[in-house]
């Protein structure tokens, strides 16, 4: 027969709630001391703490999530580039309606431009493609 080991004394299992795990996140915000000394305090891995920042939606600072705003300006269409367009006798072909076209500027100094109706989850798989290029 092979060899069995029996553990006893307490489980280090433990289930944290949603409340224990933002009272700990928001002591690690307020910059004090360490992750690591206060992972200490409560019994628990550093990697643990990182790992609830992420699940619970939380970025590097702690209780609040992380928000980026970006500048936008609405140009309208008939103010762009009328001194350029041709008069009326001046056109080869025949007048299409004009599509809205959004301008976003990325990082990096990255611009996007596409088509306003495009749909929102190809909009944003672009958005990250041309932030990570």
Do not use: F
Request: glycine share 12%.
């Amino acid at each position: 027969m092979g060899r069995v080991e029996i553990l006893t004394g307490v489980e280090r299992r433990r289930n944290w709630t949603d409340e224990q795990k933002l009272r700990i996140l928001e002591e690690v915000a307020a910059g004090d001391q360490g992750i690591a000394e206060i992972a200490r305090r409560h019994d628990v891995l550093p990697q643990q703490i990182y790992t609830w920042r992420r699940k619970l939606g939380l970025g590097s600072g702690g209780g609040r999530p992380e928000i980026t705003l970006l500048p936008v300006a609405v140009i309208p269409q008939s103010k762009v580039g009328d001194s350029e367009r041709p008069g009326p006798g001046d056109r080869s072909h025949p007048k299409r309606p004009a599509k809205a076209r959004i301008e976003i500027g990325c990082r990096g100094g990255r611009v996007l431009k596409v088509e306003a109706d495009i749909a929102p989850d190809l909009l944003k798989m672009l958005i990250r493609a041309v932030e990570e290029a």
